[in-house]
C-alpha cells in the first residue's frame, strides 16, 4: 500500500498568514491526490483534486500542487474559519489512503 | 440535493457482527461507486472499503480484508457494509462518500458510530 506522509502534524498561525502543509508519497502517485478539510465534528470536505484542481465553491486562497511524489497544501491568507484538521488522500492505487492529518490553530 | 443518511451503528461485543446502511437520495444512486471512511475517536481518518457502480469491483484496506464486505442495492439506494469479526480497534466513526468521476469523495454522511467493547 502507498504510505502518506503528511507534515507538520499540527501548526499555529494568524489570521492572515500563508500556510503550507506537505504530503511525501512512498511511492510515485502521478498527481492522483486531493485535499480534504474536516472541521471539528464535521464530515471531511474536498478542497482540491489531481493534486492542483480547485473544488467548486473552494475558495481560491487554497491552492495545490506538485505531482510524482511531492505534494503541498498552500492556504494563502489564513482566515478564522479554516481552523480544522487537513488530510491528503491519495486515489491513485487501492487501497486509497490518508495521511496523519494537519491540525490548523488560529494564534 | 445529494443526502447520504448512515445507520446501524451501535456498541458489540468483540467477535460479534454488525451491518451498516448508508441510505443515498437527490442523485443517480446507481450511477456512482461509493465509498466507506473511519475516524477511531479523536484519530485520523482511515479508508475502508470502495464498490463500483455496478458492484462488480470491490476494494479494502488491509486492515478489514477478509473481515468486511461492502455491497449495494440500487432497488433501495443503499449500500452496505457487513462487518464480521469485530475488534476492539474498528471502534471509529464510520462515513460513506459518493465518488464523482474526478475521483473526488465529493459527499459524506454524517456518519455513524461503532463501539466495539466486552
Known amino acids: 500500500a502507498v504510505q502518506m506522509t503528511q507534515s507538520p502534524s499540527s501548526l499555529s498561525a494568524s489570521v492572515g498568514d500563508r500556510v503550507t502543509i506537505t504530503c511525501r508519497a512512498s511511492?510515485?502517485?502521478?498527481?492522483?491526490l486531493g485535499w480534504y478539510q474536516q472541521k471539528p465534528g464535521k464530515a471531511p470536505k474536498v478542497l482540491i483534486f489531481a493534486a492542483s484542481s480547485l473544488q467548486s465553491g473552494v475558495p481560491s486562497r487554497f491552492s495545490g500542487s506538485g505531482s510524482g511524489t511531492d505534494f503541498t497544501l498552500t492556504i494563502s491568507t489564513l482566515q478564522p474559519e479554516d481552523l480544522a484538521t487537513y488530510y491528503c488522500?491519495?486515489?491513485?492505487?487501492?487501497?486509497?489512503?490518508f495521511g496523519q492529518g494537519t491540525r490548523v490553530e488560529i494564534k | 440535493q445529494v443526502q447520504l443518511v448512515e445507520s446501524g451503528g451501535g456498541v458489540v461485543q468483540p467477535g460479534r457482527s454488525l451491518r451498516l446502511s448508508c441510505a443515498a437520495s437527490?442523485?443517480?444512486?446507481?450511477?456512482?461507486?461509493m465509498h466507506w471512511v473511519r475516524q477511531a475517536p479523536g484519530k485520523g481518518l482511515e479508508w475502508v472499503a470502495f464498490i463500483s457502480y455496478d458492484g462488480s469491483n470491490k476494494y479494502y484496506a488491509d486492515s478489514v480484508k477478509g473481515r468486511f464486505t461492502v455491497s449495494r442495492d440500487d432497488s433501495k439506494n443503499t449500500l452496505y457494509l457487513q462487518m464480521n469479526s469485530l475488534r476492539p480497534e474498528d471502534t471509529a466513526m464510520y462515513y460513506c462518500?459518493?465518488?464523482?468521476?474526478?475521483?473526488?469523495?465529493?459527499?459524506w454522511g454524517q456518519g455513524t458510530l461503532v463501539t466495539v467493547s466486552s
Open positions: 511511492q510515485y502517485i502521478r498527481n492522483d
Open positions: 462518500a459518493r465518488q464523482t468521476g474526478n475521483f473526488i469523495l465529493d459527499y
Open positions: 437527490g442523485f443517480a444512486f446507481n450511477s456512482d461507486a
Open positions: 488522500l491519495q486515489d491513485y492505487s487501492y487501497p486509497w489512503t
